[in-house]
Structure formats: C-alpha cells, structure tokens
C-alpha cells in the first residue's frame, strides 16, 4: 500500500524529533515475529521512556541525514523496529536482549548511544549492566571504602606522632631535676 507524499514527510519529521530528544536508538529485526509478540514487546517496554516504532528504512535514513547521525547501512535493510529511548538506555536494552534471547526471530542490529554507533554485541553488553542505582551504590561503596583506609591511614599517623611525642614528654619528665629545699 502506497504511502501518501505529505504522511511519508510527517513521518521524516516524526523520526527527526524522536532521534534530536532520544538518548539512544536501538534497531531490531522483526521478520517473522507475530503480531501478539509485537505487542507483548511493547507493553514490556511500556513502563519505560521509550518509543518504540517499525519504521521505513528509506525513511529513517532522511532522518539521520537531517540530524546528522550515521549508522551502517546495513542495519536500514529489511524490517526494521526502532527504539528511541528519552531516559536511561540500558533499561531498554534489556527488555530488547531478553526479548531476542526468548524470540530467534527477533535481533537486535545495533544502535546509536548519543552520537556513538555501538553494534548489537555492545547493546546487549548494555543490557546486562546493573540498574543505575545499582551502579550508583557500588562507585559510592568504592569511594567510601578508600575514605575510611585514607581516615585509618592518617588516623594511625597521628597516633604514632602521639607516641612520640608522650615518650618524650615521659623521658624528660624522668630527667627532670629533683626539686631543691630552701
């Protein structure tokens, strides 16, 4: 069914607005997935803040021409379902790598991070990232264990100055004149 003029230029718009807001755009193949697991994919990544269309190749590629971005051409071929994702990427990875894991018929291309083209072994190495808070929890582990090595550290400084300084203060102390009768 041929496409209008004026829908295939709203779409080009469409696709340029989501490729300026998105944080990352994964690209999938589809071919020989049935509509009801399309729709299951969707509502998986339904919670997330990410839009997730099939798009016409041809199409797609004016839009990254419009903005910009590039990617191998390669993954503009055949049925092609994109991801934009507005939020955190790795979540949607996620939901992409599960999905392609359970569903042969489904794969992941690769995508765009940013303005970074990273192929589908680097998107599923996204998905298996933990969640951010996660990751948050341990740099501040990290960095909280190297604070208190440093405080111990200058803590065990001090007290062998300390040390010091009392056996001094007891040397002299033991030296010290005997008082003189008047």
């Given amino acids: 069914m041929a496409i209008s003029r004026e829908r295939k230029e709203e779409l080009v718009r469409q696709y340029v607005e989501e490729l300026q807001i998105s944080q990352g755009v994964l690209l ?38 419009q903005t910009g971005l590039e990617m191998p051409q390669e993954w503009l071929e055949g049925p092609t379902a994109v991801a934009f994702c507005h939020g955190e990427v790795p979540p949607t990875a996620k939901v992409l790598s599960d999905f392609a894991k359970e569903m ?33 929890a341990q740099v501040l582990g990290t960095i909280n264990g190297s604070a ?16 010091v300084l009392q056996a001094y203060v007891e040397k002299l102390e033991g030296q010290s004149p005997a008082p003189q009768a008047a």
Avoid: C, W
């Fill in 28 to 65: 999938a193949n589809y071919r020989g997935l049935r509509v009801a697991d399309m729709e299951r994919l969707r509502r998986a990544l339904h919670g997330s803040e990410v839009t997730f269309l099939v798009v016409k190749n041809r199409l797609l590629k004016l839009a990254l021409g």
């Fill in 104 to 136: 042969e018929v489904f794969s992941l291309k690769g995508g765009l991070l940013g303005t970074t083209v990273v192929s589908a072994e680097q998107v599923k190495a996204l998905g298996a990232l933990p969640p951010r808070e996660v990751l948050l």
């Fill in 148 to 163: 208190s090595q440093v405080a111990s550290v200058v803590a065990s400084g001090i007290r062998e100055v300390m040390n």
